[in-house]
């Protein structure tokens, strides 16, 4: 029997520790370096902190609402910022124990240390103590991630002007919160510290908040963030900030002032690639500077991948863990391509929102003929008895042949039920298949089925528009 594949990947975050897996699986001797700790940004400072002070947040608004419900809270309901951190370090600590626990069964080799290349067959790792170990490879992962972003004209202090990174282990809720950017990040932020009675303002320098989904999405969102009484700025940059004794002011393009207890920048990440010896092994930069991959997880020297974020694709821990089964598979000889046409994706604020595939403006863009449906969960009997009406679910298909294209959800649990349109769209099915699969009740779903029902207008719990319409 040949010699098991020997591959190194530098960086355990949802790109590599879930390749080191997969390697394992498939037979390789894996070596993965880390130089912070086990699940990177997602498990430690990402996805997980943000979801688990969000799901703090999400049923302090649910108390709130308790009194419709017929249950009455005697005394008052208050916050403690810093039980839900305790809470969330918790969660992190043991989903971390875990992933180490997966590669010790997997016998995953784990250095923890800065790894570089030295050309494209050894890597090199600078340990803690200083010491150094190389291991000869027969192929390299890269999967180091991005860091906050260095902007001369915000610079971060990690006390008054912060990244996400300080926001997520906040002790005590700021009086007042300027995000600088509408994004993601800066919406589920936002939705954060107002539902826990921050008095929060967003800038974004776009004309609508989270600029890359659906127009109808994100006005939505923006209408919701504002009965929470957030602020919204949109068409306007900050130009510069300055720490004072009342926090942070802002200085907008138009000459105009904001004052806020902190500030959280959220545009932007930069690639982690310095020191790494990307040059000297030929690897290649894109402009952003961004790892160049092909569609198997290549960079420009053969025997070396690169995978998650640093290959500035969709930036998302799901693409990223991906991504390195793809590269895992066309090492050991199981040639595999990257598809990023049906990639789920969920914004955890409130109300959630679920998207996959296209936008109606995107496939505009492409020049693609699209029909629509839409359908509200303030038609469905499950959103009434939960108390959840607020949203818009919308099918876009395309017009010629009826295939699903895209799908964009608002309201509860957006992002859990986008994954059946995700499969349906995987499957190529039509907006008929959808609408014609059963679907249990009373559940949220049902409105998906009625979604894609309206694209021929035939939502049975839609009024109709007009007389003679079909
Ligand atoms: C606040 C926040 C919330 C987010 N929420 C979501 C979400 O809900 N859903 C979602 O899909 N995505 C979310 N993301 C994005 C998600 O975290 C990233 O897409 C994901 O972590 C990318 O994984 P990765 O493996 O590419 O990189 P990372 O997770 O960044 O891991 C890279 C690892 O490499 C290590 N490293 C870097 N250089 C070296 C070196 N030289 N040697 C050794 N190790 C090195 C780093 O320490 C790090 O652990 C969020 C991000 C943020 C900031």
Same mark, same amino acid.
């Given at each position: 029997?040949?010699?098991?594949?020997?591959?190194?990947?530098?960086?355990?975050?949802?790109?590599?520790?879930?390749?080191?897996?997969?390697?394992?699986?498939?037979?390789?001797?894996?070596?993965?370096?880390?130089?912070?700790?086990?699940?990177?940004?997602?498990?430690?400072?990402?996805?997980?902190?943000?979801?688990?002070?969000?799901?703090?947040?999400?049923?302090?608004?649910?108390?709130?609402?308790?009194?419709?419900?017929?249950?009455?809270?005697?005394?008052?309901?208050?916050?403690?910022?810093?039980?839900?951190?305790?809470?969330?370090?918790?969660?992190?600590?043991?989903?971390?124990?875990?992933?180490?626990?997966?590669?010790?069964?997997?016998?995953?080799?784990?250095?923890?240390?800065?790894?570089?290349?030295?050309?494209?067959?050894?890597?090199?790792?600078?340990? @803690?103590?200083?010491?150094?170990?190389?291991?000869?490879?027969?192929?390299? &992962?890269?999967?180091?991630?991005?860091?906050? #972003?260095?902007?001369?004209?915000? #610079?971060?202090?990690?006390?008054?002007?912060?990244?996400?990174?300080?926001?997520?282990?906040?002790?005590?809720?700021?009086?007042?919160?300027? &995000?600088?950017?509408?994004?993601?990040?800066?919406?589920? !932020?936002?939705?954060?510290?107002?539902?826990?009675?921050?008095?929060?303002?967003?800038?974004?320098?776009?004309?609508?908040?989270?600029?890359? /989904?659906?127009? /109808?999405?994100?006005?939505?969102?923006?209408?919701?963030?504002?009965?929470?009484?957030?602020?919204?700025?949109?068409?306007?940059?900050?130009?510069?900030?300055?720490?004072?004794? =009342?926090?942070?002011?802002?200085?907008?393009?138009?000459?105009?002032?904001?004052?806020?207890?902190?500030?959280?920048?959220? &545009?932007?990440?930069?690639?982690?690639?310095?020191?790494?010896?990307? =040059?000297?092994?030929?690897?290649?930069?894109?402009?952003?500077?961004?790892?160049?991959?092909?569609?198997?997880?290549?960079?420009?020297?053969?025997?070396?991948?690169?995978?998650?974020?640093?290959?500035?694709?969709?930036?998302?821990?799901?693409?990223?863990?991906?991504?390195?089964?793809?590269?895992?598979?066309?090492?050991?000889?199981?040639?595999?391509?990257?598809?990023?046409?049906?990639?789920?994706?969920?914004?955890?604020? !409130?109300?959630?929102?679920?998207?996959?595939?296209?936008?109606?403006?995107?496939?505009?863009?492409?020049?693609?003929?699209?029909?629509?449906?839409?359908?509200?969960?303030? $038609?469905?009997?499950?959103?009434?008895?939960?108390? =959840?009406?607020?949203?818009?679910?919308?099918?876009?298909?395309?017009?010629?042949?009826?295939?699903?294209?895209?799908?964009?959800?608002?309201?509860?649990?957006?992002?859990?039920? &986008?994954? /059946?349109?995700?499969?349906?769209?995987?499957?190529?099915?039509?907006?008929?298949?959808?609408? $014609?699969?059963?679907?249990?009740?009373?559940?949220? @779903?049902?409105?998906?089925?009625?979604?894609?029902?309206?694209?021929?207008?035939?939502?049975?719990?839609?009024?109709?528009?007009?007389?003679?319409?079909?």
């Amino acid at each position: 029997m040949a010699d098991p594949k020997r591959i190194a990947i530098i960086g355990a975050g949802s790109g590599g520790y879930v390749a080191a897996v997969r390697a394992a699986q498939l037979g390789a001797q894996v070596t993965l370096i880390e130089s912070a700790e086990v699940g990177g940004l997602c498990l430690n400072w990402g996805c997980i902190p943000s979801k688990s002070l969000l799901a703090c947040a999400e049923l302090a608004q649910k108390i709130k609402k308790a009194g419709d419900f017929g249950i009455t809270i005697s005394g008052a309901v208050t916050y403690d910022l810093a039980g839900m951190v305790e809470r969330k370090n918790r969660i992190v600590a043991g989903l971390v124990k875990g992933v180490r626990t997966l590669l010790r069964t997997w016998n995953v080799e784990l250095i923890e240390g800065r790894g570089a290349l030295v050309g494209a067959t050894v890597v090199r790792v600078v340990k @803690p103590d200083g010491t150094e170990t190389t291991r000869p490879v027969d192929a390299i &992962i890269i999967g180091t991630g991005t860091t906050a #972003p260095a902007l001369p004209n915000l #610079p971060l202090d990690g006390t008054h002007i912060i990244s996400s990174r300080e926001a997520l282990d906040l002790t005590a809720v700021p009086e007042s919160l300027l &995000i600088v950017g509408g994004g993601v990040e800066g919406c589920e !932020f936002a939705s954060l510290f107002s539902a826990l009675g921050s008095k929060v303002t967003i800038v974004e320098m776009l004309p609508r908040l989270l600029p890359a /989904e659906d127009e /109808e999405v994100s006005a939505l969102l923006a209408a919701e963030l504002k009965k929470q009484n957030v602020t919204i700025l949109t068409n306007i940059q900050v130009n510069k900030a300055a720490i004072g004794p =009342e926090g942070v002011t802002a200085t907008l393009a138009d000459g105009k002032t904001v004052t806020s207890a902190k500030m959280l920048v959220s &545009i932007g990440r930069r690639f982690n690639t310095a020191g790494l010896g990307l =040059e000297e092994a030929g690897i290649q930069l894109g402009r952003r500077g961004e790892i160049l991959v092909n569609e198997r997880m290549e960079t420009t020297q053969p025997g070396v991948y690169a995978i998650g974020d640093v290959t500035g694709k969709a930036m998302l821990a799901h693409v990223a863990s991906a991504q390195g089964k793809v590269a895992v598979r066309n090492i050991l000889g199981h040639p595999t391509t990257m598809a990023y046409d049906v990639i789920p994706a969920g914004i955890f604020t !409130f109300p959630e929102i679920g998207r996959v595939g296209l936008t109606e403006q995107e496939a505009a863009q492409r020049g693609m003929e699209v029909k629509v449906g839409k359908f509200r969960p303030i $038609g469905l009997g499950k959103a009434h008895a939960s108390g =959840e009406t607020t949203g818009l679910m919308k099918v876009v298909t395309e017009a010629k042949t009826g295939r699903i294209v895209g799908v964009h959800l608002v309201g509860a649990h957006a992002a859990d039920l &986008i994954h /059946e349109a995700a499969v349906a769209m995987r499957m190529g099915a039509t907006a008929e298949t959808l609408a $014609g699969t059963i679907h249990a009740h009373p559940t949220m @779903p049902e409105g998906l089925m009625e979604a894609a029902e309206d694209v021929e207008g035939m939502a049975i719990h839609l009024a109709r528009r007009k007389v003679g319409a079909p």
